[in-house]
């Protein structure tokens, strides 16, 4: 089994906390996992952390749920030999009135390739609003921070990193 993003938050945290996988048997999950490609992880993420936290996940325009809080799935990516990033993408967009933002805070799923493991953050609306880097052509905004491999870490980010998903879900919304 090739793993990768899909297959690692199956396995780490829909499988395990999404009410679709309850009762599921070992062979059902095994299933799962081996057509993890076929699944929408992302939207699969922001169904599981509303499970987690008690969030009703509105699916709505600028946030996933009633709290305004905004759920975003990234990588972390690798850029030459010892570099490494994380970016998060769909924060803002450009548009005629000019910059729109996302309204709230943002609940951070991120892949680790280095690891096989899932990464939580919790970013309060008011830090990674001063975070955001429009992009010159396309005007999507984005946020753009460095993953140190021998520490495991986003040191920027370290002060809003969650021990689990269901502390990342719990997290009261700043807004």
């Known amino acids: ?7 690692v938050f199956l396995k780490d945290l829909i499988i395990p906390y999404h009410p679709m996988f309850k009762g599921y048997s070992a062979e059902q999950i095994q299933k799962a996992l081996d057509n993890s490609l076929a699944y929408n992880v992302e939207y699969l993420v922001e169904q599981t952390l509303a499970e987690l936290g008690g ?13 305004n809080s905004d759920c975003k799935t990234a990588s972390i990516r690798s ?4 570099r490494c990033q994380v970016t998060i ?12 933002y996302k309204s709230g805070d943002l609940r951070v799923v991120i892949y680790n390739p280095h690891t096989a493991k899932v990464m939580y953050y919790f970013l309060p609306h008011h830090w990674w609003v001063n975070q955001v880097i ?42």
């Open 79 to 82: 850029y030459g030999r010892n």
């Open 89 to 100: 993408f769909g924060v803002s967009k450009t548009t005629r009135a000019g910059i729109s």
């Open 134 to 175: 429009t992009h010159a052509t396309q005007g999507w905004g984005y946020i753009l921070s460095s993953y140190h491999k021998n520490t495991d870490t986003i040191p920027e980010w370290e002060q809003f990193r969650c021990n689990s998903p269901a502390e990342c879900a719990l997290m009261k919304s700043t807004i």
């Open 1 to 7: 089994m090739n793993v990768n993003k899909e297959y």
């Open 55 to 67: 969030l009703d996940h509105t699916d709505g325009n600028h946030c996933d749920y009633a709290d």
